[in-house]
């Protein structure tokens, strides 16, 4: 706590950089949540049992699936699905409620604009927490994935950065969108379209088993094309669509963070 009360008081003396106050932001939540670790193994744990109660379970009775021409076990599919709704996961939470208390309950950011930092700084900040943490829990997927023989490319050392982007997508547009909240009862929307994501995303069969219409929906949603970045990156099966999914979720990401700064500029500075 010393070291932040120092970097604080440098920070009122003197402007400081978006490097500096990343910084400055990702240490104050760590010292924040470094007393409850067990929340971070409790998002982690989750899809580590969907893993091996549907992939592992269920993947017994199917032989396997097609996937960009090559026929992989069932497992091997359903895993890159558990590692991207991980690394959405991990960055829903700390991007939603935990974003939505400190703006609304905890006054926060009040008291963070009463310094140097900017709602820019502020926007970044968060968002670089909730990068961080979806990335550990990627990370440590990843590490099951490969200790489970279920990786055969190695590609697959670019799935951590992949999910990074996932994470950027994702908190992005939700801290954009929880800026527009009006109380906890307004976050069963959060539910209601990240379930049929997870479901439906192409995380447990493949996309050719929906009707056409349904199809182009589903390839518009950011976890689908999550989805199949990390299963390209995993069975070493790239397309042209690894490119588009990047370019779709860089995109998705900067437009969240820019509506959070000017929702940010709204809320806490007129």
Do not use: H
Not at 142 to 161: D, T
């Amino acid at each position: 706590m010393a070291m932040l009360t120092t970097s604080v008081g440098r920070a009122a003396a003197s402007p400081v950089s978006a490097g500096e106050a990343t910084g400055l932001l990702l240490y104050r939540n760590y010292l924040a949540y470094r007393r409850a670790w067990y929340i971070f193994v409790s998002g982690f744990l989750e899809p580590v049992f969907y893993l091996f109660s549907i992939g592992v379970g269920v993947g017994q009775l199917i032989s396997g699936f097609e996937f960009n021409g090559q026929t992989i076990p069932y497992a091997e599919f359903v895993a890159p699905g558990m590692l991207a709704a991980s690394a959405m996961n991990g960055s829903l939470l700390d991007s939603t409620f935990n974003f939505f208390f400190k703006l609304k309950y905890n006054k926060l950011f009040d008291q963070m604009l009463a310094t140097p930092l900017t709602t820019m700084d502020i926007a970044r900040g968060e968002l670089s927490w909730s990068l961080l943490r979806g990335g550990i829990y990627s990370a440590a997927f990843l590490i099951v994935m490969v200790a489970m023989g279920l990786v055969s490319s190695w590609w697959a050392l670019l799935v951590v950065p992949a999910t990074l982007l996932i994470g950027l997508a994702f908190g992005g547009v939700c801290m954009a969108l929880t800026t527009y909240m009006r109380s906890w009862q307004d976050f069963e929307f959060v539910t209601l379209a990240t379930l049929p994501m997870f479901l439906f995303s192409a995380t447990f069969f493949p996309i050719t088993a929906f009707p056409t219409a349904v199809r182009w929906i589903v390839e518009l949603t950011p976890l689908y094309r999550g989805v199949v970045l990390c299963r390209e990156l995993t069975t070493g099966a790239l397309s042209w669509g690894s490119v588009a999914s990047v370019v779709y979720l860089v995109a998705m990401g900067l437009v969240g963070l820019m509506i959070v700064r000017r929702r940010l500029d709204k809320l806490l500075l007129t």
